[in-house]
């Protein structure tokens, strides 16, 4: 998938895709990408928690989508981070 493209995921209300998701987008000088926005079932602290988070292009599973460009689902993601 090329930077800037939407991703859209379609679900019934009571069947969802996804109960958590994460937009981080690259830094000024696009060395690292850092937290923009998200919705999540269980928190809404993400925004405080990630203020001054950074993610390296292949760090965990979002640094990873990064360097390969492939999207990438988890049923789990606290240990990706």
């Known amino acids: 998938m090329s930077p800037g493209r939407p991703l859209s995921f379609l679900s019934a209300r009571n069947t969802p895709m996804a109960r958590r998701f994460e937009i981080w987008v690259p830094n000024i000088i696009r060395e690292a990408r850092v937290f923009h ?45």
Do not use: F, M, N
């Open 37 to 81: 926005s998200c919705d999540c079932d269980y928190t809404t602290d993400l925004a405080t928690d990630y203020a001054r988070a950074t993610i390296a292009k292949a760090d965990g599973i979002i640094g990873q989508a990064w360097l390969t460009g492939i999207p990438a689902l988890r049923d789990g993601v606290a240990e990706d981070r």
